[in-house]
């Protein structure tokens, strides 16, 4: 396994991901994630803004959400650099698929180059009705 550090240098360090030796550079994601600090857990988030209203299209949802998970990370005194993973739920697996292209400047307009470990699930529903999008987020923060 490589990870990129010796293991004394975790406690000072980013997370940072993990890439077994051989395997190939992901795209847009790490198959692992390495970290030491404080956990920070957020709920399923969704792409509504502060008044509870969502943004009409998928790319539009994505992008708030994005933005709420950036918003929760910060306000628990992290940074976007500070998540380890991200598990996304949506409701239409083809407009996800049909979106990569778009998909990625929306995700840099939030969260930049960081790429964590990542998992994207097709759901039947959301809670929220209008919701196309849903994201759990878990972050490291230092210390």
């Known amino acids: 396994m ?10 000072t360090r980013k997370p940072r ?10 795209r847009g994601y790490a198959n692992g994630m390495i970290a030491q600090g404080k956990v920070l857990t957020t709920g399923g988030l969704v792409g509504w803004d502060v ?5 009409r299209d998928f790319l539009g949802q994505v992008g708030q959400t994005l933005a709420n998970i950036k918003a929760v990370v910060e306000a628990g005194g992290g940074e976007v650099t500070d998540i380890m993973r991200l598990t996304w739920y949506v409701t239409d697996i083809e407009a996800y698929r049909g979106c990569l292209s778009e998909l990625g400047p929306v995700y840099r307009a ?15 529903a959301l ?8 994201i759990e987020a878990t972050a490291v923060l230092a210390g």
């Open 2 to 11: 490589s990870s990129g550090a010796p293991p004394s240098d975790l406690a």
């Open 127 to 134: 809670v929220e009705p209008e919701a196309m999008v849903e």
């Open 110 to 124: 939030h969260l930049g180059r960081h790429f964590p470990a990542m998992a994207v699930v097709a759901v039947s």
């Open 17 to 26: 991901p993990v890439l077994p030796d051989g395997w190939p550079q992901p």
């Open 51 to 55: 008044n509870g209203v969502f943004a």
